[in-house]
Structure formats: C-alpha cells, structure tokens
T-cell receptor, first 116, second 116 residues
C-alpha cells in the first residue's frame, strides 16, 4: 500500500485564491519532506525542503511568500499556493525519506493544480 | 552544485530486446547515491534501481541493471527483455550522502517507447 499520501490528487482553483496540498507519511515519522514541481514534459524541480518544527528551506528562485510550507507534525507537511495564477498550474509532488530506512525515498502520488 | 544530464530525450526499443539509457552527473563529492526512477503516465514516481557510490559492484534488479563508472561519472540503465509495461519516462537522480542534504537532483528524463 501507499507509504506517502498526497491530497488532493487534482484541484482547480480560481486566479487569486489559495489552495493547500497535503503530504502525509502513513507508516513512519518524517522530520524532512521535499516538495517538487513538474511542468508538462519536464523534469522534477525541487522547490523546498520541509523541516518539522522549523522553517522550510527554499531553493533559489522559489518565492517563499507564494509557496507556503508548513510541517507542523512528524507525519504531515502542507504546501499552500497563495494568490494563485495560471502560471502556477503544474504537477506538485512530495517525497519523504523515513528515518532508519536507509536510502529509500518515497514519493506521494502527486497533485495536479490547475488555476483558471 | 550537482548536475545530472540525460542526453537522450527519447528512446525506443522492440519488445523483448535490450535498451540502455544514459546518464552522466557532475559532483565534487566522493560519497553519494544514484537512482533511476520510472514515471508512467499516472505520474507516480517508481524507484527502479539505486546505486551507492562506495560500492564498486553494479546494482541489479531483475531485468534492470546499471553500469556505474565512478571515474567517468556515468550511470547508465540497461533494461533487458523489454516489456510493454516498461514504457514510461525514466529519470536519473543524484543524492548526496551528507546527512541533512537529502534532496534529489533529477536529470531531464528519457521517454522510453516499447514497440510491440
């Protein structure tokens, strides 16, 4: 079964509104989660590293005020796209490396965001 | 910063034949991990195979094997006895072995088509 759950799998929102995407680790605790963005026919680009109990670390060029990341518990990280615009439409996917799992990294199912 | 290069945007292979996907990377680190991920149309990221840089032996997982050339910074994936279900995007990825630096850096991907 799924190890990492992402919700919603698809969401459509209006320009100017905010939308929240959840990444939940089901069977383990995760102090660190990663958020990636994938444009159509392109690779995955790391947006930020989500750290439980502290501020996220954003990659260069990613607007931290636009892409709010909250990692309030050891099993849940959320990505909120604020004041969404059509150019924010993309596939967002999270990943987790559980503590003690060696090198295994688990991915969520991803979330399609369409801003209209 | 590390970079991962996949020079083959698209590849095709006849069913039951063998195909090799290329990947090169650049890093100044001596200890790291390399991965091949498969992304079918569902967009779910599926781990195909992984390699620890400190291991000289090439990793093998059933029909999938790698040719890891550390000095040349090359990490190719060989798929034997290709099956229709192997059709997907394949991403090569790099991860540092440093604790706390566990993000994945992906190549641009290779779209593999299986010809019946």
């Amino acid at each position: 079964g799924a190890v990492v759950s992402q919700h919603p799998s698809r969401v459509i929102c209006k320009s100017g509104t905010s939308v929240k995407i959840e990444c939940r680790s089901l069977d383990f605790q995760a102090t660190t989660m990663f958020w990636y963005r994938q444009f159509p026919k392109q690779s995955l680009m790391l947006m930020a590293t989500s750290n439980e109990g502290s501020k996220a670390t954003y990659e260069q060029g990613v607007e931290k005020d636009k892409f709010l990341i909250n990692h309030a518990s050891l099993t849940l990280s959320t990505l909120t796209v604020t004041s969404a615009h059509p150019e924010d439409s993309s596939f967002y996917i999270c990943s987790v490396r559980p503590g003690g799992s060696g090198n295994t990294i688990y991915f969520g199912e991803g979330s399609w965001l369409t801003v209209v | 910063a590390q970079t991962v290069t996949q020079s083959q945007p698209e590849m095709s292979v006849q069913e039951a034949e063998t195909v090799t996907l290329s990947c090169t990377y650049d890093t100044s680190e001596s200890d790291y991990y390399l991965f091949w991920y498969k992304q079918p149309p569902s967009r779910q990221m599926i781990l195909v195979i992984r390699q620890e840089a400190y291991k000289q032996q090439n990793a093998t997982e059933n029909r999938f094997s790698v040719n890891f050339q550390k000095a040349a910074k090359s990490f190719s994936l060989k798929i034997s006895d290709s099956q229709l279900g192997d059709a997907a995007m394949y991403f090569c990825a790099y991860r540092s072995a440093d604790f706390g630096n566990e993000k994945l850096t992906f190549g641009t991907g290779t779209r593999l088509t299986i010809i019946p």
